[in-house]
């Protein structure tokens, strides 16, 4: 028996990066885990809005807001792959037809058409719209892990869409009971 013969998947799971995180993509992030497997693993940075909101995002895409709560709704920046793409994290009352089921109550979509539904109000119950994705190649995510880049704890559907983006980052830490900011960046060094 090889010691990868077991294999722990984090799929649904908060990645909320330690304070030693020094990349400035992930620096003071919670990520959340849609797909990990021995292949590697990718998740949606949910709580880092850009500078773009949902009325310009459907200007470019020529598409017509008729929801008005919606037009100053953010856009995240979900991570640095595809950083053009959209991604549609959302509740899993809604199915396109090329939409991910990520658990029975929370899928992932990366259509026009979820967003012309949204636009019309009639998308899922609640969403979170991103522009990019984070993504991890074979063996990667669980070196970080080992690192301690990352604390993981199971994902939590009143942080990931009822929690405001800048509260996020404490509740998630929150799920695990503990408060990041009593945490050290210089963990085991005096």
């Known amino acids: 028996m090889t010691m990868n013969a077991f294999f722990d998947s984090f ?10 995180l020094d990349d ?11 797909e990990h497997t021995k292949a590697g693993a990718m ?7 850009s500078n773009v909101d949902f009325t310009e995002l459907a200007d470019h895409l020529g598409i017509q807001i008729h929801s008005p709560r919606l037009t100053s709704e953010p856009i995240y920046t979900g991570g640095p792959v595809e950083s053009e793409r959209g991604f549609i994290l959302h509740t899993a009352d809604k199915v396109w037809s090329n939409t991910l089921r990520v658990t029975d109550d929370i899928s992932l979509s ?25 993504g991890w190649d074979a063996g990667q995510l669980e070196g970080e892990i080992a690192n301690n ?42």
């Open 24 to 34: 400035p993509h992930f620096e003071h992030t919670v990520i959340y885990l849609c």
């Open 43 to 49: 998740g949606i940075i949910i709580n880092r809005p």
């Open 149 to 190: 880049d990352w604390l993981v704890c199971e994902a939590d559907l009143d942080v990931l869409f009822h929690t405001p983006s800048d509260m996020q980052f404490t509740a998630a830490t929150r799920v695990l009971g503990i408060d990041i900011t009593r945490l050290s960046p210089d963990i085991g060094h005096g």
């Open 110 to 134: 990366a259509s026009l058409e979820a967003l012309e539904e949204i636009a019309q109000g009639a998308g899922p119950e609640a969403f979170r719209i991103t522009l990019g994705c984070a």
């Open 11 to 20: 799929k649904n799971h908060f990645l909320i990066s330690m304070p030693h």
